[in-house]
């Protein structure tokens, strides 16, 4: 029997891994959209779609719940390094993958890959490589006007918050509160994500301060929604409390799907330590990408 797919999970974070060597699934938006959605699909994430072998080197390919591409993701990297060990790829570590973020370098830390280090590169505060509109800056406490509007003329809300804006291969928003939660989150999260601040959209963490070397936050995942926890949001909310002058290099992140470990180092690096799981694997069923797409997929594209 052909294995369609596999499914992992990150500290609840899960994505289906579709490789494209063992199976001809077409990954159009919309079969990507079924297969992601909870109620008529599989359910996850995202979609890992690879491994590509080119130029010497591993690539893959990150696939958002609303089709759309994504440049990085830290979770969505281990987990497919786990697959990549699990299907045979790869016997030894350390070695590097290439997503369209850019590459990584992954190390392996125990002998079933459970759990993984990634080095993910380099962030930027810079506004014209996250990117963020206006004059070329640093976007670091910097004052942003919410409104949350029922319609183009009821304001329902607004609200002063200041924010800090990085790319780590992904863009990035952390906002600094004293109370975070999965509501203000689900609230505020959109509303930022689809700014017109952000040309590209945006990924957003509600972060809040514990100690020096531990830190929370909630998460609105660009393309996905409200995400339990994610590597690259952890390296950009530590990579902000860092700069910021509240946090040492060593953070323990804190995400209500468990916490995940990050180090700063000098040359500027980041380097993400965090588990896997392996959730299962089978076949797709016909009817799942025959079927018409109902409306709730289309809703808030």
């Known amino acids: 029997m052909n294995i369609d797919f596999y499914k992992y999970h990150a500290l609840g974070n899960d994505y289906i891994v579709i490789d494209p060597n063992k199976t001809n699934l ?17 359910g996850s994430d995202g979609i ?3 491994p590509f072998f080119r130029d010497n080197a591993i690539h893959l390919r990150i696939l958002n719940p609303d089709g759309r591409e994504a440049e990085k993701s830290g979770n969505g990297i281990r987990i497919f390094a786990r697959y990549l060990f699990d299907a045979g790829y790869i016997t030894s570590s350390p070695f590097d993958l290439v997503t369209a973020g850019g590459k990584v370098g992954v190390e392996l830390l125990d002998t079933n890959a459970g759990l993984i280090r990634v080095d993910m590169g380099k962030i930027t505060f810079s506004s014209s490589e996250i990117p963020v509109a206006g004059p070329v800056r640093e976007v670091l406490n910097e004052k ?3 409104r949350e509007i029922r319609n183009e003329e009821l304001i329902i809300h ?3 918050l200041k924010i800090n804006c990085l790319s780590i291969g992904n863009p990035h928003c952390v906002i600094l509160l004293d109370e975070i939660s999965r509501e203000l989150a689900e609230r505020l999260g959109p509303v930022i994500e689809n700014n017109k601040l952000f040309p590209n959209r945006i990924n957003v963490q509600l972060m809040k301060i514990i100690d020096r070397n531990n ?5 609105w995942e660009r393309g ?3 995400t ?6 952890s390296c950009a909310a530590a990579s902000v409390a860092y700069k910021l002058g509240l946090a040492d290099e060593n953070i323990n992140v804190h995400m209500p799907g468990g916490t995940i470990a990050i180090k700063i180092a000098p040359d500027g690096h980041v380097y993400m330590t965090g588990s896997v799981t392996a959730v299962g694997k089978g076949c797709i069923g016909e009817d799942l990408l025959a079927q018409q797409e109902p409306e709730v997929l289309l809703q808030h594209l």
């Open 144 to 146: 942003f006007l919410i």
């Open 228 to 233: 339990l926890a994610s590597g690259s949001s």
């Open 158 to 160: 607004e609200q002063q």
């Open 224 to 226: 996905a929604g409200y």
């Open 215 to 219: 830190i929370r936050i909630e998460i």
């Open 26 to 42: 077409n990954l159009s938006e919309k079969n990507i959209r079924l297969l992601c959605h909870r109620n008529f699909g599989i």
């Open 48 to 50: 890992l779609y690879g």
